[in-house]
């Protein structure tokens, strides 16, 4: 079993930065593939990104590969997401989403067991 808690959400000008964290309870949080989704208002949960039970591969959405990054701290039981060069299509609520690994395909969110209570971002223009 495995709980996630996101923080790190805020209000922020185009071009800023946040750094996303979730932390994760559970044995065995090291053998897991983790992933982040968003949501924005009226759209479908969209992926983010994924990373590999040791962090040593990562998946990211077109929209923000090159400005995102995705990493883990298996001691300290948690990932996080840095956000950079922030847009305003990034407003959403974000949710942090874990899974057994099974395979490379982090994009599918119902192949996710656990997920978080989300965190908002709100980008303005």
């Known amino acids: 079993q495995v709980q996630l808690v996101e923080s790190g959400g805020g209000l922020v000008q185009a071009g800023a930065s946040l750094r996303l964290s979730c932390a994760a309870s559970?044995?065995?949080?090291?053998?897991?593939?983790m992933a982040w989704f968003r949501q924005a208002p009226g759209k479908e949960r969209e992926f983010v990104a994924g990373?590999?039970?040791?962090?040593?591969?990562?998946d990211y959405a077109d929209s923000v590969k090159g400005r995102f990054t995705f990493s883990r701290d298996n001691a300290k039981n948690a990932v996080y997401l840095q956000m950079n060069s922030l847009k305003p299509e990034d407003t959403a609520a974000y949710y942090c989403?874990?899974?057994?690994?099974?395979?490379?395909?982090?994009?599918?969110?119902?192949?996710?067991?656990?997920w978080g209570q989300g965190t908002q971002v709100t980008v303005s223009s």
């Open positions: 989403a874990a899974r057994r690994y099974d395979g490379p395909d982090y994009r599918t969110p119902g192949r996710y067991a656990y």
């Open positions: 990373i590999t039970w040791g962090g040593t591969s990562t």
């Open positions: 559970g044995r065995t949080f090291s053998s897991y593939a």
